[in-house]
Every structure is written in C-alpha cells, then in structure tokens.
C-alpha cells in the first residue's frame, strides 16, 4: 500500500514570496490533515478535510493560508506571502472516516520543509 | 484553549533503563493516541487508548489512560537505541478538537 505522498521536499523562498505544497494521501481516507511542525515542538493542526469539506480550520492564519482539496483526494497548502515565522515543516496526514466520537489512525506523509528567509 | 501538557521535554537515559512519559490535560479526553517521530522522519502511530483507566502493552511499552480520562502516560521497559526520537501525544477532546503535545525527546545512550 502505498503512503501519503508530499512535495515539494524542501523549499526555500524569501519572504514575502508564495509557496504551495502538495499531497496526495493513502488511497480510499477520506480525511485529510494539513499540520505545521516547528522545530521542536509537536505537530500543529492548520486544517482538517472530510472529502472535499472544511471540518475544522480554526487554527489557519487564514489571512495568508489558505487550503483545498477540490476533488476530495489530493490537496494543495498555499502560504501568500510568507513570513520568516513560517518556517517549518508542513506535514499531511491522512485517516479512514472517524468512527463517532474517536479519531482514527492518521498516516503521515514525509513533510515539505520549508525555510523562509 | 484546550492545551494538552508533556513533561519530560527531554530525556537522557542508559541503554537497558526505563523510560516514561506523561501528558495532561485539564479538561476530560475523549481519547488519547501516541505517535513516535524518529529523527528527521514523520509521526508514527503507536496506540489509541479510549477507555478509562485502559493499559495497553505493545512488547516493552506500556500505556496507561487515566481513571478521570485527564492523563496518560507511555512507559518503555529496558530502553534500546531503536527507542531513540521523540514521542507525541495526540489528545482529542471530540468535536474533531485535537491537539499534539509538545513532546517528550528520548535519547538512549548505548
């Protein structure tokens, strides 16, 4: 089977510039997470898809993020324009359909390590 | 907000030594995951625990729910240096609310 598949891998832009990210997650999980991981520190939720619905975004600066996923299986994050604070590792994560009430197993993909100078 | 806290940050121990790792949280769980994050890789599921006071063992770790739904903890017996890396727990507080901890960094000295 295979995994979440990401890229770029690694992306280095000025700031100010746009960067998108690209994933494509295990084949038939209809969920789909976008998290930022900084250096250090655990994994951040920025957005989480069910298909090709939003089901929770609150913690997606949203004046300079934004994400889709049109078709309900692969997904785009998109960062305009960066900032130096963005520097990260972007990770997508893929699930099956949570079972009410529980979350269920998610498979990350590599990561895109982003450095904005 | 809903913050779930790690304690160690770090830890250094001797091959052969044990190992654990708490998270808190202040408010009642729905249910709690552990993932594992080797150095340079991505989160790795290790175990789901939903029910109060659940203890689950995979080989030479135990993880334990608390009895209130409010803490859990992941222990490693006898630590290797394929234990080395960072350990997550990921706190779901329903509604689709779920946050990682900050995570606990093992180091396993050979």
């Known amino acids: 089977e295979a995994g979440v598949a990401q890229s770029p891998r690694y992306k280095i832009i000025e700031k100010r510039q746009s960067v998108a990210f690209w994933c494509n997650p295990i084949?038939?999980?209809?969920?789909l997470y976008w998290y930022q991981q900084i250096l250090g520190q655990g994994p951040k939720l920025l957005i989480q898809?069910?298909?090709?619905?939003?089901?929770?975004d609150s913690q997606l600066p949203k004046d300079r993020f934004s994400a889709e996923r049109l078709k309900g299986v692969d997904s785009t994050l998109k960062i305009q324009p960066a900032k130096l604070e963005d520097s990260a590792v972007y990770l997508c994560?893929?699930?099956?359909?949570?079972?009410?009430?529980?979350?269920?197993?998610?498979?990350f993909g590599p990561g895109t390590r982003l450095t904005v100078t | 907000g809903q913050q779930v806290m790690q304690i160690p940050q770090y830890q250094h121990v001797q091959e052969g030594e044990d190992f654990t790792t708490y998270c808190n949280s202040s408010?009642?769980?729905?249910?709690i995951q552990w993932y594992k994050q080797r150095p340079g890789g991505h989160p790795v599921f290790l175990i789901q625990?939903?029910?109060?006071?659940e203890v689950k063992k995979q080989k030479r770790l135990t993880f334990q729910f608390g009895e209130a739904k409010k803490n859990s903890s992941l222990h490693i017996t006898a630590t290797q240096t394929t234990d080395v890396g960072t350990y997550f727990c990921?706190?779901?507080?329903?509604?689709?609310?779920?946050?990682f901890g900050s995570g606990t960094k093992l180091n396993v000295k050979p």
């Open positions: 994560a893929s699930s099956l359909v949570p079972t009410t009430g529980l979350i269920n197993e998610q498979y």
């Open positions: 084949s038939g999980h209809a969920t």
């Open positions: 898809f069910q298909n090709n619905g939003v089901v929770d």
């Open positions: 408010t009642t769980l729905s249910n």
């Open positions: 625990l939903v029910k109060s006071g």
């Open positions: 990921a706190a779901h507080y329903g509604f689709n609310k779920f946050y």
